[in-house]
């Protein structure tokens, strides 16, 4: 296939994006990735996602597939041949929708919240959040890896992808507030989990570097902070 | 299929579990239904659902799911005969897409027209109708979201026809506009119209009564 068939618009400190990359990767489809310009809207991504205007946005054979799991899934079915993302068993894989709609929904809104200004109780109260759900994300890792390296089995999978794509942003988070959310003794499995997940081929190149994205933090929090009172 | 057993933890004024509902009647799937007593949860909801404690969850020969629209897929690929979602991963992907953006566009906006006042609540409603109106968009010219009949997309949405007109009379609001969005109103009444699907809705008296009393709770019993 044509490296102009497929294209990805996005942004490099984006977990969002790293996800259909990810996806591409572990299939070996070759992409061209479109690297949008912090601060303003290509016309092609006003163009390609009118309803939500935002990144990831998948361009296969000119037809535009937006939201970063809804991708994942297309690419999945679109590539069929190449290793699975999503199990086969349905019951198996209503629980990766079920882990990785959990992750979207309601554990990184949590971890997303600590950077935010606030008072100590209500960090102290979201980090609370955090650590009760990477203890069930401890526990559904057990139970989905059945013994093996990750979420998916021996290979990555769909909830790896979910998971794993905001580890980027946890580690700056750690940094950035200093703070452990990621915890050997709380969360064996996860580090170890973690660490094959990084450095995985397909991971690799598209995970950015955590000094990089608490640069990035920084930047974003200076530009959009409210004048002196 | 030899000896399925199939139960659906449920609760009768909730939307999401009669998305659920639909879907097993549309397969034609006999299953046993379980009425929760909300808000007092029963020991078999917070075993069955520890992670999120909520209605529906479909137990399946005893292994247990939850998240409505994850159970309709795990039922369309479980029971392939009549089949819910599309088949080609384009059409798939944008039924998935429009499922979540009423999910979280067309729902939140609308909770908050209900709930909130003043200048809030006519952003709330403005948002709402807008959202709505684009939502029709995604009917492309057929009578269904599924194309000649309905599927995964009518069932993920429709029960907003029944909701959001329940939305609009006590909260005095107007969401789904007839004269702004001709084609989207006239779905709604066409699925509700549908048997299988008018069968399985509660009676709306009564959802009358339960959201109007859930209204004043939510906003701390102001008149």
């Known amino acids: ?23 591409l990767n572990l299939k070996s489809v070759e992409y061209e990735f479109l690297e949008e310009t912090f601060g303003s809207k290509s016309p092609l991504l006003l163009q390609s996602n009118p309803v939500y205007k935002k990144i990831p946005v998948l361009i296969h054979q000119d037809k535009p597939i937006c939201e970063s799991l809804i991708i994942v899934q297309y690419v999945d079915e679109v590539w069929a041949s190449g290793p699975s993302l999503l199990p086969s068993d349905p019951y198996d894989q209503a629980l990766a929708r079920f882990w990785a709609a959990y992750i979207d929904d309601k554990w990184f809104p949590s971890v997303r919240g600590i950077a935010l200004p606030q008072g100590e109780e209500g960090k ?10 990477l203890a069930l994300l401890e526990d559904a890792f057990d139970k989905c890896s059945q013994g093996k390296a990750f979420f998916g089995g021996d290979k990555i999978g769909y909830v790896d992808i ?11 988070t750690e940094k950035m507030n200093n703070v452990k959310l990621l915890d050997e003794t709380k969360n064996p499995n996860l580090v170890g989990w973690a660490e094959r997940f990084c450095s995985h081929d397909a991971v690799r190149e598209v995970m950015p570097e955590t000094d990089k994205l608490v640069e990035f933090a920084k930047m974003l929090r200076a530009r959009f902070k409210a004048p002196a009172s | 299929m030899a000896e399925d057993k199939v139960q659906l933890l449920g609760y009768w004024g909730s939307p999401f579990a009669l998305r659920v509902k639909w879907a097993l009647k549309l397969k034609g ?3 046993e239904y379980l009425e929760e007593d909300l808000p007092n949860k029963s020991p078999m909801l917070l075993e069955l659902n520890p992670v999120l404690k909520k209605v529906p969850v479909l137990v399946h020969n005893g292994k247990p799911l939850a998240e409505s629209l994850v159970i309709i897929e795990y039922i369309d690929e479980t029971w392939t005969h009549n089949p819910l979602m599309p088949k080609d991963p384009y059409d798939r992907a944008k039924a998935r897409f429009w499922a979540k953006f009423a999910d979280e566009k ?5 909770m908050s027209s209900f709930t909130k006042s003043g200048e809030e609540k006519e952003k709330a409603e403005k948002e709402a109708r807008e959202n709505f109106k684009t939502l029709e968009s995604a009917l492309e010219g057929k009578p269904f979201f599924g194309g000649e ?16 007109r329940l939305v609009e009379e006590i909260a005095e609001v107007t969401l789904i506009a007839d004269d702004y969005m001709p084609v989207l109103s006239k779905w709604f009444k066409d699925f509700l119209e549908l048997p299988t699907i008018k069968e399985a809705l509660p009676p709306r008296d009564k959802l009358l009564v339960h959201n109007k009393g859930f209204r004043e709770m939510l906003m701390g019993g102001s008149t």
């Open chain 1, 124 to 133: 102290a109260e979201l980090m609370v959040q955090v650590f009760e759900g």
């Open chain 2, 29 to 31: 799937i006999q299953y």
């Open chain 1, 1 to 23: 296939m044509a490296k102009t068939d497929v294209k990805v618009l996005g942004a490099w400190p984006s977990p969002f994006v790293m996800r259909p990359r990810i996806a």
């Open chain 2, 106 to 110: 067309c729902v939140p906006a609308t």
């Open chain 2, 149 to 164: 009949g309905i599927g995964f997309l009518d069932i993920a949405i429709g029960w907003l026809g029944i909701w959001a």
């Open chain 1, 162 to 172: 979910a998971l794993g794509s905001f580890l980027g942003w946890l580690k700056a």
